[in-house]
């Protein structure tokens, strides 16, 4: 039985496929990377491969359902560090242990920079 190819569906057509998935197999349900590459995968519902999709659609839908969001914190000078928390002051606790600073320093008027990138399908 040959794969049905989610990759060129809607992001919101395979947010609903996959609650589908999850509410009828929870725990039963895993992905594996396709040999057509990053960032195809697998999905595999009882060991039985079903679907390709692409890994990027199915982490930003469990983000979203667990309620996170996407930040990006950028220091006054240097790379931003990359974290998804449920709020900005988890955020800014976890790039504060990141970048060796208090929470109190990650501010704008400090020279910082925050982007939320959010996670809205």
């Not at 679907?51 to 199915?58: A, E, F, G, P, V």
């Amino acid at each position: 039985m040959p794969l049905e190819d989610l990759r060129s569906l809607p992001e919101w057509k395979k947010y609903e496929l996959y609650e589908k998935l999850e509410r009828e197999h929870h725990g039963e349900i895993s992905t594996k990377a396709h040999s057509d590459g990053f960032p195809a995968v697998t999905i595999n519902v009882k060991g039985k491969l079903l679907y390709i999709t692409d890994c990027l659609s199915i982490e930003t839908w469990w983000r979203t359902k667990l309620g996170l969001t996407h930040y990006v914190i950028f220091p006054p000078k240097g790379t931003g560090f990359s974290t998804s928390t449920k709020t900005l002051e988890e955020a800014k606790e976890r790039a504060a242990e990141h970048f060796h600073v208090k929470v109190a320093e990650i501010c704008e008027e400090k020279g910082w920079r925050i982007e939320d990138r959010g996670f809205n399908p």
